[in-house]
């Protein structure tokens, strides 16, 4: 995404800082570890498609990295998708261009996660927490960058349900994570034929410095989220939501590129 509002740049700029000292010295994130399985489960994709409308933000944060996404381990019912590993080699190089795609296979050791085709989200927003400085409001930003995915092409739909158990979707608040500087998580649901059939993501409403985190933030953290959990790994360029250090606030030419790229591959090995 890029800076559009230089203004807005600056009200944020201070904190940026701030954080972007503590970045500047943090590894870079390890392996995506794997934190459960259980094999005996069966999730089923939601196949109702919906419609969204578009949502825009502008400025420029710094969104850490440490262990941001963790993987649990299911067993579906759904096929297993054709695959032609040298198609899909071939495919890669020649959709390359313009993409994070080959930082996202490196990363995750030669493999891609996705849903199937035709999933539409249930969505649903924890409406309290104990977390301190929260606001109700947070819910309709994060529905919002839910929406701005959408409103870009994003293959997948997103609808909200105030019912918990109904939905393949939860999003959860915390105050701020105590294990390194992330602020926000996403744990990815998937199944033996690397489909993904569920997630959850954590928003924090402070950084682990203590500072408080408002809407713009909060909006930013779940569009990278929302990335992970369409399936995105990191991008190696700021210029894009899914950096895996400091990005603006919206969605990029390149994570949309990588997203359309993603979901025209089946899911797997590409080795």
Request: aromatic share 6%; hydrophobic share 45%.
């Amino acid at each position: 995404m890029r800076r559009a509002d230089w203004m807005a740049v600056a009200l944020v700029g201070a904190v940026v800082v701030g954080v972007g000292s503590m970045i500047a010295t943090a590894p870079r994130r390890p392996p995506t570890p794997v934190v459960a399985a259980t094999p005996d489960s069966t999730v089923a994709a939601d196949t109702t498609p919906v419609r969204t409308d578009d949502s825009t933000a502008t400025a420029s944060l710094t969104i850490p990295t440490g262990g941001e996404v963790r993987v649990r381990l299911v067993r579906s019912a759904n096929a297993a998708p054709p695959r032609d590993v040298a198609e899909i080699q071939r495919h890669i190089r020649l959709g390359a261009p313009g993409t994070y795609i080959n930082d996202m296979v490196a990363e995750q050791d030669s493999a891609l996660v996705r849903w199937p085709e035709a999933t539409v989200f249930n969505v649903w927003i924890a409406p309290t927490t104990d977390a301190t400085e929260w606001l109700p409001e947070y819910a309709d930003t994060v529905r919002s960058a839910f929406t701005a995915w959408s409103a870009a092409g994003a293959p997948i739909g997103a609808r909200f349900t105030t019912d918990s158990a109904s939905a393949n979707v939860r999003i959860h608040w915390i105050d701020r994570f105590t294990d390194g500087s992330a602020i926000g998580q996403t744990l990815q649901t998937w199944d033996q034929h690397h489909w993904l059939v569920a997630g959850d993501i954590t928003i924090a409403t402070h950084a682990s410095t203590g500072q408080t985190l408002d809407a713009r933030w909060i909006r930013a953290t779940a569009l990278h989220e929302i990335g992970h959990l369409y399936g995105l790994n990191h991008s190696s360029s700021t210029g894009d939501i899914m950096a895996s250090e400091a990005h603006a606030l919206d969605l990029s030419r390149a994570d949309l590129s990588t997203l359309r790229l993603l979901y025209a591959l089946p899911p797997g090995p590409v080795r």
